[in-house]
């Protein structure tokens, strides 16, 4: 790719990460090439369809997150790496409105360009989990399939307005519900 054309590429991406941040993820393809600085046409030539600008924005995302579950994985105890790992994901899905639908479609369909970040993702949850599980800190009752629908939803409650703080706060009580220990503390929940 020309130089020139990986700017435009690289500054599409920056601009759509704002822009989809700001209004969901329907917002408006004219609005993000305007705002990038360029015409439709070279934001098409390079994202064809919302959908392909989408996933190359979340696919990045996604992958971040998957490295970031890696990163705390190692550092702290097994309940606060999850901990820690879970409400990053919550804040990066209610940040970017609209994407907690894309990334559960994607799981769902292996055709999807997001498909494979999305299961990556997943997995590196399931992975601190478990670890919390080897370490009696988490329900062993729970798998990493359940932990994403939870997390999924309370990401979906937190991106209805008006609902923010109460997902906070039903946040707190699903990973009581789910942690076997508080921090600090020795006594189960």
Do not use: Y
């Amino acid at each position: 790719m020309r130089a020139d054309a990986q700017a435009n590429h690289d500054r599409l991406l920056v601009v759509a990460g704002v822009v989809l941040a700001e209004q969901g993820a329907d917002a408006s393809m004219r609005d993000i090439a305007r705002r990038a600085g360029v015409g439709l046409a070279t934001l098409l030539r390079h994202f064809p369809t919302r959908e392909a600008l989408l996933e190359a924005l979340l696919r990045t995302s996604f992958d971040e997150l998957t490295a970031r579950a890696d990163e705390v994985g190692t550092e702290g105890s097994p309940r606060d790496a999850l901990m820690v790992w879970l409400r990053e994901f919550v804040t990066f899905t209610t940040n970017n409105h609209g994407v907690v639908t894309s990334m559960v479609k994607a799981i769902e369909e292996p055709e999807s360009a997001l498909h494979a970040s999305c299961v990556a993702m997943r997995a590196a949850g399931a992975r601190l989990l478990t670890r919390a599980q080897a370490a009696d800190a988490a329900r062993s009752d729970v798998d990493g399939a359940d932990l994403f629908a939870l997390v999924s939803a309370l990401a979906w409650l937190g991106d209805q307005p008006g609902l923010e703080v109460r997902a906070k706060r039903l946040f707190e009580v699903v990973m009581d519900a789910i942690l076997t220990e508080r921090a600090g503390s020795h006594t189960p929940v």
